[in-house]
């Protein structure tokens, strides 16, 4: 049975990175911050599973990480944790690095002084490409990185690590660069679930919400994908005997206002009705357009996302009209 320790398990991609472990008969150790308030909500399912263990602990604390790799002994580690949102790092750039950056060092330590077996999958971004694009119009492991926030520099100064560790010290550390990743379990202030959750909201009040959704730039394009999708992606990866870095994304990119069109499309609304643009959601730089050319983990472990954009959204919308709904009860 494989031990696989899984950091930032409480977050939509831990949740379900943890579900499809549990599922395929690993057992999942999750390391999870201290804290006062319920962080788990996304993983209730799986406190009382036999193969599923919290472990208290913060990737930040060497000392911490280094005792918990030491003892257990991982087949796996999956970096999920991180600081993700990128607006946040515009104004918290030190925190961000911190997490983003010395969490994955203290991992990669930690695995060179005590567990040179454990093969390492870090949580690699396509925000570290900021606006490079090939002639193509696609995104690959070849494009130059060159990312447009802080965010992105913590996450390409961790990227370029795995490749240290695994030519210096032949540490197994991967990147999975992962384009936008979505489903009911995304945080409210990403944009995806900031829009359905707003449409629960609408029809919960009987379409008399009497106010707008505050939206920032319109004019951006991403690649977005379903969760579940990137977690069996990082599965193939981790067993595959290769020790490399993958792009994870659909292909097919799609502006905001396509986004718009079809969450608020999916209830027959017109979203021009619903929204106004607020400046204080512009980003001071913007990541303009990314759109995955995966070819390589396609043909190499045979990868393929399962799940369409359109259906992401509506199962999205759905979820969020039935939590809005419970709400009133
Ligand atoms: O949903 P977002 O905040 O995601 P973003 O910035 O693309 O980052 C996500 O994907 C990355 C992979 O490419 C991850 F590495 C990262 O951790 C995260 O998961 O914003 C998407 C787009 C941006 O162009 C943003 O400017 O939506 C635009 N946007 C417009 N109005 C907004 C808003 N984004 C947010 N969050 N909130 C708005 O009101």
């Not at 905001?256 to 512009?282: M, Q, R, V």
């Not at 001071?284 to 043909?299: H, N, W, Y």
């Amino acid at each position: 049975m494989t031990k696989i320790l899984v950091t930032g398990v409480n977050g939509q991609f831990g949740g379900y990175f943890s579900d499809k472990a549990i599922e395929n008969g690993s057992t999942v150790f999750g390391l999870i911050r201290r804290s006062s308030v319920d962080t788990l909500y996304r993983i209730k399912h799986l406190v009382d599973n036999n193969r599923f263990t919290l472990v208290e602990g913060d990737i930040t604390d060497s000392y911490n990480v280094s005792k918990v790799v030491e003892e257990n002994q991982f087949d796996f580690i999956v970096n999920g944790a991180a600081q993700s949102h990128v607006m946040s790092s515009f104004d918290s750039p030190l925190f961000t690095t911190q997490v983003n950056y010395l969490g994955v060092i203290n991992i990669l330590e930690a695995v060179r002084q005590h567990s040179k077996h454990t093969k390492v999958v870090q949580c690699s971004t396509s925000e570290m490409f900021g606006s490079n694009i090939n002639k193509d119009g696609f995104q690959n492991e070849s494009t130059p990185f060159s990312p447009n926030s802080s965010y992105g520099c913590s996450k390409l100064a961790s990227h370029h690590l795995l490749r240290i560790y695994r030519d210096a010290f032949g540490i197994k550390a991967c990147g999975a660069i992962m384009f936008n990743y979505e489903s009911p379990k995304r945080g409210l202030h990403f944009i995806t679930r900031k829009i359905t959750n707003f449409i629960g909201r609408i029809v919960a009040s009987d379409f008399q919400l009497k106010e707008k959704l505050q939206l920032g730039n319109l004019e951006s394009k991403r690649d977005w994908s379903h969760c579940k999708d990137s977690v069996n992606a990082v599965w193939l990866l981790l067993h595959s005997d290769k020790v490399k870095d993958y792009v994870i994304g659909s292909g097919i990119t799609h502006s905001i206002i396509e986004l718009l069109e079809t969450a608020f499309g999916y209830i027959k609304l017109d979203y021009k009705d619903w929204i106004e643009i607020n400046p204080s959601f512009i980003r001071p730089l913007e990541v303009e357009e990314l759109r995955a050319d995966s070819s390589l983990i396609r043909q190499e472990l045979g990868w393929c996302p399962t799940i369409s954009f359109e259906d992401l959204i509506r199962e999205m919308v759905d979820y969020d009209i039935k939590l809005a709904l419970k709400a009133l009860d």
